[in-house]
């Protein structure tokens, strides 16, 4: 069931709230990740579903910034369902200060419980949630950087890191997981340390628009000796033109001429990977992040039980052209 309404005043959008099948349902949490229109976010709220169905009274609300990370857009909409009194919410943070400030200090005086997923507030706000459900990030930064490595050609070899929001927590992790595996030890930017050195026009940061990682893509490998692209989540591969584009490069990388590494495995990267334009995808597990946080935030509303963990890290996926059909699932 799809209901329809309007945010604010002065919005022009109207935002759908996917409902699960469970109408009779006494509870409501509102799923929150950084973008409305991102598969991984969408997988999540089917985990928040796949747990409403073992349970007579939970509904799984959907909501999120349109189409990239807008901060003012996030709290905006975790404002409006604190105001509409939701029973709980499980957020993906893109910036942990603006959104504390914004919005989970009225949660924190109104008694509305939150789990962050997939992106945690940062340590000193971390009092305004309840755990946190994912991936470690700085972890997982680390197997891309250490994924980089076997394709080292240069010394010092040229990478290139693309990010989304400059502020948002998990990638900034995930790039100091880069670099450290890299350098072995540093955790800013890369001079040589190592025999690694980061082009001079990185990272570059997409606030999570499609259009923009893409063509931020194209330009880096129409350079006459590219740098290893080196992408801590989906960005242009989220593009429906990825593949359209990345044709004219096809052979160059399977030639290793050209080097793309990328965060996440949701299908549209997996064909991809399939058709030889990606060089290795490293995936997580969104359904899961949905499912445990639902049942975790489900227990406390319920019950009073408080998480055990602060955090419940979550394991992730390796993708390449020979296991791409079995190496994960998408739901």
């Known amino acids: 069931m799809n209901f329809w309404f309007t945010h604010l005043p002065g919005w022009c959008a109207l935002a759908v709230l996917t409902y699960s099948a469970n109408v009779s349902a006494q509870l409501k949490f509102a799923l929150i990740g950084k973008t409305k229109n991102d598969s991984f976010y969408q997988q999540s709220l089917k985990g928040c579903q796949a747990f409403s169905r073992t349970i007579p009274d939970l509904t799984c609300v959907y909501d999120g910034a349109d189409d990239y990370q807008d901060v003012r857009t996030q709290v ?6 604190i105001n509409k009194g939701i029973d709980g919410l499980l957020i993906s943070t893109t910036d942990s200060r603006f959104l504390v400030s914004g919005a989970l200090q009225l949660a924190k005086e109104k008694n509305i419980p939150v789990i962050t997923f997939d992106s945690d507030l940062l340590e000193q706000h971390q009092t305004y949630r309840l755990a946190y459900v994912g991936t470690n990030n700085f972890d997982f930064g680390v197997a891309l950087g250490k994924a980089a490595l076997k394709y080292k ?5 040229p990478f290139c890191i693309q990010s989304g929001h400059q502020t948002t927590p998990n990638l900034n992790k995930r790039i100091e997981g880069v670099r450290y595996a890299l ?8 001079n040589g340390q190592s025999g690694w ?6 990272p570059l940061y ?20 590219p740098p290893i692209f080196l992408a801590v989540a989906g960005f242009a591969q989220f593009n429906p033109e990825y593949s ?12 290793g001429d050209i080097t793309i590494i990328s965060a996440d495995t ?15 995808n490293i995936g997580q597990n969104p359904h899961e992040m949905g499912r445990l946080s639902a049942e975790l935030l489900y227990r406390y509303v319920k019950s009073g039980e408080k998480p055990k963990k602060s955090t419940y890290y979550l394991d992730f996926h390796y993708c390449n052209q020979e296991n791409v059909a079995t190496c994960t699932v998408n739901y």
């Not at 050609?153 to 070899?157: E, M, V």
């Not at 063509?215 to 350079?223: G, H, K, P």
């Not at 949701?266 to 290795?280: F, T, Y």
């Open 76 to 81: 905006l909409i975790v404002k409006e369902y």
């Open 153 to 157: 050609t240069f010394d010092p070899q």
């Open 183 to 190: 350098s072995g030890s540093a955790s800013t930017r890369l």
């Open 197 to 202: 050195i980061e082009y001079d026009r990185c």
């Open 206 to 225: 997409t606030m999570g628009r499609r259009d923009d990682s893409l063509n931020q893509l194209l330009t880096i490998l129409d350079y006459k000796q």
């Open 244 to 255: 359209i584009k990345l044709l004219d490069y096809k052979q160059r990388i399977k030639a």
């Open 266 to 280: 949701e299908q549209i990267q997996l064909q991809a990977l399939s058709n030889g334009l990606s060089s290795i």
